[in-house]
């Protein structure tokens, strides 16, 4: 009963204390405030006596209403990573194609720093989980990506101000796979397709005749595909820009017999979303070693390049946003090089003739001599 008593008293005793003042162990003696700044944050700060609480109430809301910034020495609750993780995977719920590896990597992440305090992660630390990890290359510059993202969204939102991963080491990533079709190769791998998938053998050509990215591919519509101007429309292609493919002759007609198939659907490949329950079957029936889908496109490259297309066009063509991955198919065409300057020779040849000919007057000269022989 006495103890039923007492909790009424302390009850008592918190309903009286005036508006914004609270004990936050009652009976304690320790007085809290709590209030609003000029934004709508809500504060919670120690003050002590129960006169230096009433007193600091008053101050903390004269400031708010003047506009005063906050105390330095103010505690506030610190961000934890994981709120700011979920902010940057909402934001790539909506606006990355990838986000799919973004809540692969980010798992990843919130394993080692989700209950901690952000702005507590420093560089050396985060290199140090990233290495315990023995990534390549590749694998470490995208997780750093995804951490940056984090924080640079975090700071847009008024949460954070430093971002520890530009201070984190950016590795040095090799050119990449570059993998293509031979025509022997080719040869053999249509036979697979014909002897096994026949149905599917406009997907390859499409795929061989346009460069189009797998997601592209299968993600696109009929509305996209525009026979007469010789056009298929990538709403978001992998630098999220919209892009139109050309069509040659070879990707018409394997359009043409996809739309005999495939038009109630509204989808060009038919709503699937991968060639993968067929393509891997094809190449391994093929005898062909270490070849993916995407092979295609740096197949539609290579050919592009060994057919004498310059390597801005085939920038284009391919849709990169720069000259950098197109230079690894340079070597496909070693007369690039050559051919570039027999065409500045054409072009100034009149002027070079004229030289010439001036010189050829003064054959009699020791200079001109000397330089012929």
């Not at 092979?295 to 063509?317: C, I, K, Q, Y």
Request: aromatic share 8%; proline share 5%.
């Amino acid at each position: 009963m006495k103890q039923a008593n007492d909790g009424q008293t302390e009850t008592k005793q918190q309903a009286c204390l005036p508006r914004g003042i609270f004990e936050k162990v009652p009976g304690s003696g320790v007085y809290w405030i709590h209030w609003y700044d000029a934004q709508g944050r809500r504060h919670r700060e120690k003050a002590g006596t129960k006169s230096a609480a009433i007193h600091l109430y008053r101050k903390r809301k004269t400031q708010a209403l003047e506009g005063c910034k906050l105390p330095e020495k103010l505690r506030r609750a610190p961000v934890l990573f994981r709120e700011i993780a979920q902010d940057a995977l909402e934001y790539s719920n909506h606006h990355k194609r990838s986000v799919r590896d973004d809540r692969c990597r980010m798992s990843k992440l919130l394993e080692w720093f989700s209950d901690r305090a952000a702005e507590s992660l420093t560089p050396p630390e985060i290199e140090a989980w990233f290495q315990s990890e023995n990534w390549s290359a590749g694998t470490w510059n995208r997780y750093r990506s995804l951490l940056s993202l984090i924080y640079r969204l975090a700071i847009r939102a008024g949460k954070l101000k430093e971002n520890p991963a530009p201070l984190v080491r950016h590795k040095t990533e090799s050119s990449g796979r570059l993998r293509f079709l031979s025509p022997e190769e080719d040869s053999k791998l249509r036979t697979a397709i014909l002897q096994l998938f026949p149905e599917h053998l406009p997907e390859f050509e499409l795929a061989l005749h346009t460069g189009l990215r797998r997601s592209e591919q299968y993600l696109a519509c009929w509305v996209d595909v525009n026979f007469g101007r010789r056009v298929l429309t990538v709403p978001v292609d992998k630098p999220g820009r919209t892009s139109h493919v050309p069509l040659n002759a070879s990707a018409l007609h394997a359009l043409a017999e996809l739309l005999g198939r495939t038009a109630n659907s509204g989808s060009v490949c038919g709503g699937i979303c991968s060639p993968r329950s067929w393509f891997e079957r094809a190449v391994d029936a093929a005898g062909i070693k270490d070849f993916r889908w995407h092979d295609l496109h740096h197949t539609f490259a290579s050919r592009l390049v060994m057919s004498g297309a310059d390597l801005r066009t085939v920038a284009e063509l391919l849709r990169d946003s720069s000259l950098t991955m197109v230079m690894r198919y340079a070597h496909l065409a070693p007369d690039y090089r050559l051919a570039a300057v027999e065409r500045m020779h054409a072009v100034f040849a009149t002027e070079s003739t004229a030289t010439r000919t001036a010189t050829d007057g003064l054959s009699g000269s020791p200079s001109t001599v000397n330089v012929l022989q």
